[in-house]
């Protein structure tokens, strides 16, 4: 398990008495909704499922607890019908039509055969299983998605949420615009949270109505050539970072944690875990990540002025 990137869900504290809360969901009842809500495989006609499965193959354990966190795994099914498949069919079957009958096919008639190809097709077509881990921080009243899309981690929240019946989660709010951390932390990186470095990476975007971007990858953010573009009117929307010698990770002005790399010192206790089975050896990557992620949320959400 490496949770490599982060869409995070803050818990609302106004509601941290309610058995619904974030804040008050225990590993034991989770791990019974959660196995009521398995992911079942895709019947002959259905399109797509999604639901819940064990995080290590071949266990009966639907979470994981450790040191406050809650670790599981979402999982949809869906059956892969490309749409240039269909689109092929279709002509062919109007073409057919139309030297047969000579008529023109209208366009209701076409949909019906569309969905007549589609019902032929669905029982042959294959399917393909994504996971997505989530970490809940039951000290901090937040879910944690490894994804690297905002829309595949609000499914996972709203699959979660319909299996508990309520799940009162949101996006981090800042108190500013994040751009314009980040732009100050180009100029003057003593600017920075406390325990975080600037890295090589950035992305730019301007704020008039062309909407010009530059991605600067690989490259010392110092350097004048790149700072004059904040004086153009430009902003920065995305940074690289490292938090100690623990992380390297890349935040945005939506407060999304992508890429998420191990750095030195955390890579080394990587390394030195020798656990005899695979359960072992999650449970303390959960400990080691979690805490770690945890740390360096705390930093920046305090920077930013997000409710915690």
């Not at 981090?172 to 406390?194: G, H, I, Q, V």
Request: net charge negative; hydrophobic share 40%.
């Amino acid at each position: 398990m490496w949770i490599k990137n982060l869409i995070v869900f803050v818990g609302d504290k106004d509601l941290a008495l309610s058995p619904s809360s974030i804040y008050a969901i225990s590993a034991s009842s989770l791990d019974e909704v959660l196995a009521e809500n398995q992911c079942q495989p895709c019947g002959s006609q259905t399109m797509r499922t999604e639901g819940f499965v064990p995080p290590v193959k071949g266990r009966d354990e639907m979470v994981y607890q450790v040191n406050g966190f809650i670790f599981f795994t979402h999982q949809e099914t869906a059956r892969l019908l490309p749409s240039p498949v269909i689109k092929e069919m279709l002509d062919e079957k109007v073409e057919q039509i139309q030297q047969e009958e000579g008529r023109k096919v209208g366009r209701k008639e076409k949909a019906d055969l569309k969905e007549q190809i589609i019902f032929e097709l669905m029982p042959r077509a294959f399917t393909r299983s994504r996971r997505t881990s989530v970490l809940i921080d039951t000290e901090k009243g937040r879910v944690m998605v490894d994804s690297a899309s905002a829309n595949r981690a609000e499914e996972v929240v709203a699959c979660l949420r319909k299996a508990i019946g309520s799940l009162p989660v949101a996006y981090p709010a800042p108190d500013a615009a994040p751009y314009t951390s980040f732009s100050n932390w180009l100029r003057d990186t003593k600017l920075l949270p406390e325990g975080f470095t600037l890295g090589d990476r950035c992305e730019l975007k301007g704020t008039k109505d062309e909407g010009a971007s530059l991605k600067c990858i690989s490259v010392d953010l110092g350097q004048e050539e790149y700072l004059a573009h904040l004086d153009t009117g430009m902003v920065a929307t995305r940074v690289n970072l490292a938090f100690h010698d623990h992380l390297e990770l890349d935040v945005n002005d939506k407060l999304e944690i992508k890429r998420i790399k191990a750095l030195d010192l955390l890579q080394e206790n990587i390394d030195a875990m020798d656990a005899d089975d695979e359960v072992e050896e999650l449970q303390a990557q959960i400990a080691l990540q979690g805490s770690v992620l945890r740390d360096a949320i705390n930093v920046l959400f305090t920077h930013f002025g997000v409710n915690q």
